[in-house]
C-alpha cells in the first residue's frame, strides 16, 4: 500500500522517464523516488525496445537496474552522460540542492557532473525556502573521523556519525558520513567551498548549481526550471 508520498514520488519518477530517449546514456540516481523511475524505464525498454544503457549511483540503483531490466556500463566505456535523472532531500528556490540522505551522494555527484542535464525528481515535501532543516550529509574518509567531525562543529555544525541500526553507516565507497544540523544554510557556496577544503571531507550532499529542470510530483506534475 503506498503512501500519499509515496504516489507524489511515483509521479515524478514516472514522469521523468519521458526525458530518456532511444540510445541515451543515463545517470541512475538513488531513492525511493529513482525506484519508480527505474521501474518505468524498465517498461518502455521492454514495450518499445529502446536501447538505454546506465550507470548507477549505489549498489542498491544497481541491483533494481538488473531487476527492471535497464543495462549498465560504466565510465571505462562511457565518458558522458546525456541525462542523470535523480531525488534530493532539499531543494531551495534557486535550485540548489542537498542530496546524501540515502548516502549515495559522492557517486551521485560523479554522474551529476558527467551529464548534460541533471534532472531532479521530488515530492513536493522537499521544497523549501532555505537549506539546513534536512541535516547536510557530508562523506569523510574513516582515518579521524573524530578530527574531521570537531572541524565541522567549528563552521557551526551538530554533526552525527551516521549509523544503520547499531553499526557505523559505511558507504559504497567505504567511507563515513557525518550529518551535519546547520540552523539554516544562508549561503550554500559559501559553506560548501568551506567544508570540501577541510582534510578527510570527500565531498559534501550541496549540489551547487547542478540542475536547471526539478520535477514535482502532485495531481498535477510541476515543473520548476532555472
Ligand atoms: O540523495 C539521495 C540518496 O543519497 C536521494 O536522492 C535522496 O535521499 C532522496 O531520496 P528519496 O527519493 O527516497 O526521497
New binding site residues.
Given amino acids: 500500500m503506498l503512501t500519499e508520498q509515496d504516489k507524489l514520488?511515483k509521479i515524478a519518477g514516472e514522469k521523468a522517464v519521458e526525458y530518456i530517449k532511444d540510445g541515451m546514456k543515463v545517470g541512475l540516481?538513488?531513492?525511493?523516488?529513482?525506484y519508480w523511475m527505474i521501474k518505468r524505464l524498465g517498461e518502455r525498454i521492454k514495450q518499445e525496445r529502446i536501447v538505454v544503457e546506465g550507470i548507477p549511483s549505489s549498489n542498491k540503483t544497481a541491483e533494481w537496474a538488473k531487476e527492471f531490466g535497464v543495462s549498465l556500463t560504466d565510465f571505462s566505456r562511457v565518458t558522458e552522460l546525456d541525462i542523470t535523472i535523480?531525488?534530493?532531500?532539499e531543494v531551495d528556490g534557486n535550485l540548489q540542492l542537498i542530496?546524501?540522505?540515502?548516502?549515495?551522494?559522492f557517486r551521485?555527484k560523479v554522474i551529476a557532473q558527467a551529464a548534460k542535464q541533471l534532472l531532479i525528481i521530488v515530492d513536493p515535501s522537499k521544497l523549501v525556502k532555505t537549506l539546513g532543516a534536512f541535516p547536510l550529509p557530508v562523506e569523510v574518509l574513516p582515518f579521524g573521523w573524530e578530527i574531521i567531525s570537531k572541524e565541522l562543529k567549528e563552521l557551526g555544525a551538530d554533526c552525527s556519525l551516521r549509523k544503520q541500526n547499531e553499526d557505523i553507516y559505511i558507504t559504497d565507497n567505504g567511507n563515513y558520513i557525518l550529518d551535519c544540523q546547520f540552523s539554516e544554510i544562508k549561503d550554500p557556496v559559501k559553506l560548501h567551498n568551506e567544508l570540501i577544503h577541510k582534510v578527510g571531507v570527500l565531498e559534501t550532499g550541496l549540489f551547487i548549481d547542478m540542475t536547471k529542470t526539478v520535477l514535482v510530483g502532485g495531481e498535477e506534475l510541476r515543473v520548476i526550471e532555472k
Fill in positions: 514520488k540516481g538513488s531513492g525511493s523516488t529513482v535523480d531525488g534530493a532531500d542530496k546524501g540522505g540515502g548516502g549515495a551522494l551521485e
